[in-house]
C-alpha cells in the first residue's frame, strides 16, 4: 500500500534541509539546479532528511543502471523520478519493469514515443494502482483521451502532454467535459491577454483541477500574475504553470506573492540555488505547500486520495521543469 505523504509545518525549513543533504556543492550548477527541482518532491516524503537524500541518490544511481545507454531514465529526468519513488516508498527495479511493460502496451495502442514525457506519465499512471500492476484499461483511456484532445488542438497537442492526458482522464467525468472545460479556461487565457502556445495549454490543464468556477479561476489566475509583475518580477510563458499552481490556494494574491518572494530570498542565502529564477520557482513550491497546510486547503492533510492528487500535480509539473532544464543543457552542449 503506498504511504500517505504529508505536508510539513514548515516546508522551506525541510526543503532546505533536504537540499544540503542530497546536492553537494561541489555539483556543476546545471546539474546542481536539476537535483534541487527534484529534491522538491522529497519534501513530503516521510523520513529524515538525511535518509531520504541517501535514498533519493541510491534510487536515482538504481534508475540509472537499469536503464541502459540509450534508456530515457539515463537522462537527468531519473532524479523527478527517484523523488517520486522515494516519496511512494517502490523501488527502482519494480518501476523499471513496471515502465517496460506499460510502454509494450503504449506501443500495442499505438501511442507515439514519448521519451522523457511518457515516463513522467507512466510514473503517474502506476501511482494510481500502488503495488498492482498498471491495468490495460488505463493505457486505453490514456489512448482516448489524448485522441480526443489532439483532434480538438491538433497543433499544440503532443506526446509532452502524455503526463496531463493521464491525470485528466484519471477523473469520473466524461472526456469531452473535462476538454470542454480545458478549451474554455484556455480560451479565456487568452481573451485575458496571455499568449497562445503549449506553456498556455498546460495552465488550462492545471487549472482544470483548481476548485473554483472557470471565471473566478481565471480572475485568481490573472491577479496572481500581475501582483507578481507589480512587483517587480519578469513573468513570462515559462510562468504560467507555476502561477496556475498558486490559483490553487484560497488566499488573496496579496498574502501568496509576498510569501513566495520571501521564501525566494531565503532560499537564496541557504541553498545552492542560482538566480532568482531558480529561486523563484522553489519558491512558489515551498510557499504553495505552506499555504495548503493552512485554513481550508488542510483538509487535504486528512483526505489522502486528494492529497495524493495535489502531490501528483506537483510531481508532474516539477518533472516538466527538470526535463525542460534538461533539454536546455543539452541544446547548449550541442551548440558549444
Known amino acids: 500500500m503506498q504511504p500517505t505523504p504529508f505536508i510539513p509545518e514548515d516546508p522551506l525549513e525541510r526543503f532546505v534541509q533536504i537540499e544540503c543533504a542530497a546536492v553537494p556543492r561541489r555539483r556543476w550548477w546545471r546539474d546542481g539546479t536539476i537535483l534541487r527541482l527534484s529534491c522538491m518532491g522529497l519534501v513530503c516524503a516521510r523520513g529524515e532528511p538525511e535518509q531520504l537524500a541517501r535514498r533519493f541518490e541510491h534510487t536515482a544511481k538504481e534508475l540509472k543502471r537499469g536503464a541502459g545507454w540509450f534508456g530515457s531514465l539515463n537522462s537527468s529526468v531519473r532524479f523527478a523520478v527517484a523523488a517520486t519513488l522515494v516519496r511512494r516508498d517502490q523501488s527502482a527495479g519494480s518501476f523499471a519493469v513496471e515502465l517496460d511493460r506499460v510502454q509494450r502496451m503504449m506501443r500495442e495502442e499505438r501511442l507515439p514515443r514519448g521519451g522523457m514525457r511518457e515516463v513522467v506519465a507512466i510514473l503517474l499512471l502506476s501511482g494510481a494502482h500502488p503495488g498492482l500492476e498498471t491495468p490495460r484499461t488505463s493505457v486505453e483511456q490514456l489512448r482516448g483521451f489524448y485522441r480526443a484532445m489532439k483532434s480538438r488542438k491538433r497543433a499544440l497537442t503532443g506526446v509532452d502532454d502524455y503526463p496531463a492526458c493521464v491525470l485528466l482522464c484519471r477523473t469520473d467525468v466524461e472526456h469531452e467535459q473535462v476538454l470542454d472545460r480545458v478549451d474554455r479556461l484556455y480560451d479565456g487565457l487568452r481573451r485575458g491577454g496571455f499568449r497562445r502556445g503549449n506553456p498556455l495549454q498546460s495552465a488550462s490543464h492545471l487549472l482544470h483541477f483548481c476548485p473554483l468556477e472557470n471565471d473566478l479561476a481565471l480572475e485568481r489566475f490573472a ?96 518533472a516538466a521543469v527538470v526535463i525542460a532544464a534538461t533539454s536546455a543543457a543539452a541544446g547548449a552542449a550541442t551548440s558549444g
Open 223 to 318: 491577479h496572481l500574475f500581475g501582483e507578481f509583475r507589480q512587483r517587480g518580477l519578469r513573468m513570462g510563458i515559462g510562468d504560467y504553470a507555476l502561477v496556475a499552481t498558486l490559483s490553487f490556494l484560497d488566499e488573496p494574491p496579496e498574502r501568496v506573492v509576498p510569501l513566495v518572494l520571501e521564501h525566494r530570498q531565503e532560499l537564496l542565502a541557504r541553498t545552492g540555488a542560482r538566480g532568482k529564477r531558480e529561486g523563484f520557482r522553489l519558491a512558489v513550491m515551498t510557499a504553495f505547500q505552506e499555504l495548503a497546510a493552512r485554513g481550508e486547503q488542510s483538509e487535504w492533510t486528512a483526505d489522502a486520495s486528494r492529497l495524493l492528487g495535489v502531490m501528483d500535480l506537483i510531481a508532474a509539473q516539477q
